[in-house]
């Protein structure tokens, strides 16, 4: 005995050593070994020092433990070790096998790497032996001879070699005695061996003990009653028709399906010759799928058969005549396996979401397809049937990579609901499809693009500074910040003045708004360029043109160019007293800084002298005689012209018109009183209310200073020599002219002819030309060469003789100093 205990414990040794140690892998696999029973946590194996790799390159890779099945997994990697999760029982994962083993598949990504792992489960005595009954029962007939051998029940130990049975042994009796033996597959059972001779008269039952030892350590040990009735001789024992059966049994068999008949025959007569079945040996997981008819010997299903938990089963059968001589025969049923699995599709690794500028061929996911049928049942074709850039590689085992095969863009389509299909080629072929979900992620590679090629924006002129001008829109199919859109001026100039000082921009809405009141009169349009710019990385833009035009309000009056509209001086016409009716008179010629119908100007004499003598062209502006002139009529005519546009509200400036009739410039000197005539009466009432007030000569002199001052400041300007012509001073900064307002353009030039002999007192005549402008400081003369249609005013041609300028200046004072005293004489 302390022989088997030193071996037992030198076997044990040498495990424990074992299971701490590891294969070194060849080709790629990997073998370990572990002790059942371990606890959770234990290690089996350092895979990455086995594999040549870091803790954190098989991080890196994805490093996994899978598995060809749905099983329960009894190990995992943990920080680079293969760690057993849960207790594994070597009698429940393979019964009766000489070998127990557990398969793994270590796969490893970027690139996809398959490593298969072993891990051989070392028995270890967690189990005892027991038998199949608490007692056995023996009817001897005490006429049994010395020496016979009655077998008995062979114990089951669920433990593998040493752990398993190994001994029996018997509690001391009279009569009996126990042998051992090996049967052909390594296991133990025992036959009683009649050592003295029954005598039912003296002992009619015998009782004892058998006990069946393991060689585990510790050792354990099953025991059993034997119960010995002394009967008469039965010298017959039960025979099976075969000693061996072996049947196929198709998984998925429905309960109550016969798996065979086992027949045994007793050659004794009566109850010695009638025979029993039961199982003898049989698993716990086998008791649950099989049962014995004890009469017929039938064996049916009982449970739910699945070739995939177990495909093979051994079971042994006793025969036991009715005297308790029994015989046992060995049941093999193998599963035969039916396609009744379709494949199961393990999405292993899947990068979503997935860069729309991925290129083509770019793997995205990896994919499994298993199986639990065998042969031709278990291979699998796996594809994708759906009009989508993806398709499937088959590249290690059953392990697909899922690959794009075109350029994907976001904007057209985000999400992919791809459904593979796996199909086996059992007969009829199972099949399972599986949907997943692939979202495309944004890359900023669209510009914003805008509503309009480009933009028109009409704003009236004096619009309020704020105000919106117009709004531009443009879109960015891109997601979130790549397709947010911020709008900004370019950089420009407008008349040599920053684009920004004159217009803003809302950076979010893309309104425009006017950061000044506009004039029309300045500027008509200008051009804008606005850029849309994206927040992506790097950012996209686009630019459009804005054109906005300033469209005309009526904001300006008529300007009178001639007649001059200063108030202190005047101007006159002479007109022959032998005039006709529609004698060219005068022409009043006024503009308008405002352009279309707020430029057309129309003419009307509001007051007149002779309301029926002269008549106005109400867009030309010419004065012409409404009829013949007469003797009886006034020498001198004073006309107000009102010139009118044509705006809403329209607007309008007067002027007068004097109007000398005469055809000697004899004349002229009446002129003052019809210059002052209207002057006179106002300058007379203040100088008496100043008579009456001041009383001393001094300020009677002051005021003689005042009047004289006054005479210089209203010296009538005259025509002499030369014919009217506009100062340049008269024509607006801004204007421009526009065709048909009849404001410039017209067929007539006016020139002055002086009487015969006369140089410096005679008053020009008006006579009417189809001649053009006329040059800067010139008098009114034809100029052939000019072909222009327009009228151009330059200056007043005044006489540049100084020693002629001083007498006049003289003989003006003169008269104001006469005047003066004849008013202050009046006065008093």
Known sequence: MMKDYKGCLHYTVFWIVFVIGFVRPSNGDLSYSVLEEMKKGTVVGNIAKDLGVTVKGLSDRKARIDMESNDKRFCNLQDGELVILERIDREELCGSQPSCSLSYELVLENPLELHRISIQVEDINDNPPRFPNSEIKLEIRESADKGAR???????????GRNGIQSYSLDTNDHFSLAVHSNTDGGKY?????DKELDREKQGEVTFVLTATDGGTPQRSGTTLIHVIVLDANDNLPVFSQPAYVVSLPENSPVGTAVVTVLATDADEGANGEVTYEFSRISDKASKLFSIDKVTGEIKVVGQIDYEEKHKYELRVQAKDGAGLASQAKINIDIIDVNDNAPVIYIKSLNVPIPENVAPGTEVGIINVQDKDTEGNRLVRCSIQQNVPFKLNLSIKNYYTLVTTADLDRELISDYNVTIT????????????????????????????????????????????????????????????????????????VNGVPVSSYVSINGDTGVIHALRAFDYEQFRSFKVQVVARDNGSPPLSSNVTVSVFITDENDNSPQILYPTPEGNSFMTEMVPKAALSGSLVSKVIAVDADSGQNAWLSYQIVKSTDPGLFTIGLHSGEIRAQRDISESDSMKQNLVISVKDNGQPSLSTTCAVYLLISDNLAEVPELKDMTYEESNSKLTSYLIIALVSV????????????????????????????AVAIPSAYLPPNYADVDGTGTLCS???????????????????VTSYNDNTLPSGTTLKRSPGDNSDCLNFTSLDFPENGSKYSTMVKFNIFLCLCFLFITLSQGS
């Open 150 to 160: 009655f077998p008995l029940d062979e114990a089951h130990d669920s433990d593998m």
């Open 747 to 765: 067929a007539y030039n006016y020139d002055a002819y002086m009487t015969t002999g006369s140089r410096t007192s005679d008053f020009k005549f």
């Open 695 to 722: 009383s001393t000569f001094f300020i009677t002199f002051i005021i003689l200073i005042v009047a004289i001052r006054i005479c210089h400041r209203r010296k009538p300007r005259l025509l002499f020599d030369g």
């Open 190 to 194: 025992s036959e009683l061996i009649l």
């Open 422 to 493: 796996a199909i086996d080629e059992g007969s009829p072929p199972l099949s399972s499809s599986k949907t997943i979900h692939l979202s495309v992620s944004d890359v900023n590679d669209n510009p914003p693009v805008f509503a309009e090629q480009s933009y028109s924006a009409y704003v009236t002129e004096n619009n309020k500074p704020g105000s919106s001008v117009c709004s531009v829109t443009a879109r960015d199919p891109d997601w979130r910040q790549n397709g947010t859109v911020f709008y900004s001026l370019l950089p420009s100039e």
